[in-house]
């Protein structure tokens, strides 16, 4: 069962402080990851070939990949598990736990082995060259192959923590691993002499690391958690598992469509020349700050909208929703002029190859304006996620990042060529997020109306209780 502290912070605590308390921890940790994220592209930087860094910037799509198994089991599973605890079900929550454990070690393995075999075909597809096959290769083989299951075992118990309020073991999981990965990087790659391949098993022997620190968590949780790893918990309705996929479909999606997004960018670049690439990978991976904030919000404020929705506090659950976007507008502004202050500086940290400084320089300036509507279409996914609206959640996936961004790059670098590509994120966020205000406009009329339906009907009961009296 939920503890009292737990409850206290989904039912009762002021939304601020509720909010804060599971989403500054997990923010803390998104900022971690991508710490060591950065770290492999740092530490690979500082040898100056931006053949490496192309390289790790086109493995990146396959890992993705495995994120998306990771988000189709873990925000399915943890958003369904919040509900399940709004609504007073705790052994209902212990089974989808189950269930989503040991399916997330089935689909990992199976694309790992998939990788494994038609590795050089996919590294093709993705644009790698003669320069950058060889580190590809590497960094695919450690990260996607060895380390794939790991990671998405990882990945998707974080979010199960979440869903039950514990989001600082949650968290601090997820930042030991980055600051494994970010002591081992510079021992492999410079010392043992190893490069790409040192940077990859570093990454590899870190998420290994976070995979076995959930595992113990939460069997010494075991008899206070919801949250079960048993075989004999694993059957699960057919009902339940289609409100699992309904909300983790969208997700898996959405991080897919991400990694086909990046394929596109970098098949175009790289048309244009390895160091377009290389400033490419070095931009999105210094985008992933902002980015990284916007995730941790959106998990923090998951787990709180879903057990609130489900108790149908629909007041609180607004409240959570408000102040999540209050807080990114302010964030959003703190990145722009940072990014618009000091770019070259940022990307000379990752590399010194002046060409690559320059083009990064101007590649950045650009991509900072879609901060504030990213992170927007970011938290409204998120309360639709949390409510279990898969099909509104399902549409702005699909609008963001594949009927609108994909055919929107062909179309933008046919008109202004490479410049074109990376103006395409900002103007892409900017309509889903008409999409995205028009779904949740129409949410919150229905939720408003069966608020005021519920208000009628205790009242009435109150009446009649008072007539009998």
């Not at 192959?145 to 039950?164: D, N, W």
């Not at 970098?266 to 904030?293: C, E, H, Q, R, T």
């Amino acid at each position: 069962m939920i503890m009292d502290k737990k409850k206290e912070i989904f039912e009762s605590m002021p939304v601020p402080k509720a909010l804060a308390s599971l989403a500054i921890p997990t923010i803390l940790s998104q900022l971690v990851t991508m710490i060591y994220n950065l770290a492999d592209t740092f530490f690979i930087g500082q040898t100056n070939n931006p053949y490496m860094v192309a390289g790790v910037s086109l493995s990146f799509s396959l890992f993705f990949i495995i994120v998306s198994i990771a988000n189709l089991i873990g925000i399915g599973g943890g958003s369904l598990i919040s509900r399940m605890l709004g609504s007073n079900r705790p052994e209902e929550a212990k089974r989808v736990s189950s269930f989503g454990f040991w399916t997330g070690i089935a689909m990992s393995l199976v694309y790992s082995i998939i990788v494994l075999l038609f590795m050089d075909p996919f590294l093709q597809l993705l644009g790698s060259s003669e320069n950058t096959m060889a580190f590809c290769r590497d960094y695919t083989f450690w990260v996607v192959v060895v380390g794939g299951v790991p990671t998405a075992i990882s990945s998707y118990l974080a979010h199960f923590l979440r869903s039950e309020g514990c989001a600082r073991q949650s968290s601090f999981g997820i930042a030991g691993g980055g600051i494994l990965n970010m002591v081992l990087d510079p021992i492999f790659i410079f010392p043992f002499n190893m490069g790409v391949k040192g940077a990859a098993i570093a990454t590899m022997l870190s998420n290994v690391a976070t995979m076995v620190y959930f595992l113990l968590v939460i069997y010494r949780m075991r008899d206070r958690t919801v949250l079960s790893m048993s075989p004999k918990n694993f059957h699960l309705p057919w009902s339940y598992i289609k409100q699992v996929l309904s909300v983790g479909f969208p997700a898996a999606i959405s991080t897919l469509l991400v990694c086909i997004s990046n394929m596109v960018i970098n098949k175009l670049s790289a048309s244009y020349s390895d160091i377009a690439l290389a400033a490419f990978g070095i931009v999105k991976k210094i985008d992933m700050i902002p980015m990284s904030v916007s995730m941790g919000l959106s998990q923090g404020m998951l787990p709180l909208i879903a057990y609130n929705y489900a108790a149908k506090k629909y007041d609180r659950m607004h409240a959570v929703s408000n102040t999540g976007r209050l807080w990114a507008i302010g964030f959003s502004a703190l990145c722009i002029g940072v990014f618009q202050l000091i770019p070259s500086f940022l990307v000379r940290i990752f590399i010194r190859d002046p060409d690559t400084i320059i083009l990064g320089t101007k590649f950045l300036r650009i991509a900072c304006l879609a901060v504030p509507v990213m992170q927007m279409n970011f938290l409204l996914n998120t309360t639709f996620q949390a409510m279990g609206k898969g099909t509104q959640s399902l549409i702005l996936s699909i609008c963001r990042q594949g009927l609108i961004n994909i055919p929107l790059l062909f179309l933008m670098n046919y008109i202004a060529g490479l410049f074109g590509i990376i103006w395409t994120q900002l103007i892409s966020d900017s309509l889903t997020l008409v999409i995205s205000v028009v779904l949740y406009n129409s949410i919150l009329k229905r939720l408003r109306i069966e608020a005021s339906e519920n208000a009628a009907l205790e009242a009435e009961r109150t009446l009649s209780a008072g007539t009998d009296v």
